[in-house]
């Protein structure tokens, strides 16, 4: 099993949609879950960070977190055409604090 | 200004050579990470130190080489013995580990 999986894409949603990403990891010990965005050619950018179980709310952005499922989930609402990018799941893992990152979904924001 | 430079951004290496990319932080942060990305790929680990004088291999170590003799320095290193070296290399760091990394802009390297 991968450390961190995200489900297949590509994704794509009409404007003003909600867009559901969602991501898991097989290290039960983890206690750091990072989403970050990633536009075509340029680094990864930090978008949320959730530590605890439970739901985190940043503006549009909405992370979900359930350690006992070992799943965590980006929620976007009402997407726009500049939500559309490379969404990449991260982990912290193992007794070394190793930063694991998914593959990543494309996420296509239809106008 | 703070923040995480990569250096060069483009970087051109003929069969054979080895190369050593530059990555510098002036955030204080303890942590630092090597990820290399293939075209439609996540980011895949190489190398990470959580302290200076201190480094741990990832899952694709094999080939490259790093160091950390400064805390804001974390240079790596592809040899020859990497024999697809063709990727976008990113390096990140973290105040301390398992906290949330930022990322330089990248460097391109192209074997030609």
């Known amino acids: 099993q991968k450390e961190v999986e995200q489900n297949s894409g590509p994704l794509s949603v009409p404007e003003g949609a909600i867009a559901s990403l969602n991501c898991t990891y097989s290290?039960?010990?983890?206690?750091?879950f990072f989403w970050y965005r990633q536009y075509s050619g340029k680094s990864p950018e930090l978008i949320m960070s959730?530590?605890?179980?439970g739901d985190k709310e940043d503006g549009r952005f909405t992370a979900q977190l359930n350690k006992a499922s070992q799943y965590v989930s980006l929620l976007i609402r009402d997407s726009q055409p500049s939500d559309s990018a490379t969404y990449l799941c991260?982990?912290?893992?193992?007794?070394?604090?190793?930063?694991?990152f998914g593959k990543g979904i494309t996420l296509s924001v239809r106008p | 200004d703070g923040g995480i430079t990569q250096s060069p951004k483009y970087l051109f290496r003929k069969e054979g050579q080895n190369v050593t990319l530059s990555c510098e932080q002036n955030?204080?942060?303890?942590?630092m990470y090597w990820y290399r990305q293939d075209p439609g790929q996540g980011l895949r680990l190489i190398y990470y130190?959580?302290?200076?004088?201190?480094?741990q291999k990832g899952d694709i170590a094999e080939g490259y080489s790093v160091s950390r003799e400064k805390k804001e320095s974390f240079p790596l290193t592809v040899t020859s013995a990497q024999k697809n070296p063709t990727a976008f290399y990113l390096c990140?760091?973290?105040?301390?580990?398992?906290?949330?990394?930022?990322f330089g802009q990248g460097t391109r390297l192209t074997v030609v």
């Open positions: 959730i530590y605890s179980n």
């Open positions: 290290d039960r010990g983890s206690q750091s």
């Open positions: 991260a982990v912290i893992t193992g007794a070394n604090s190793k930063l694991t």
């Open positions: 990140a760091s973290s105040i301390v580990k398992n906290t949330e990394a930022f």
């Open positions: 955030l204080n942060h303890d942590a």
């Open positions: 130190s959580q302290i200076v004088n201190d480094f």
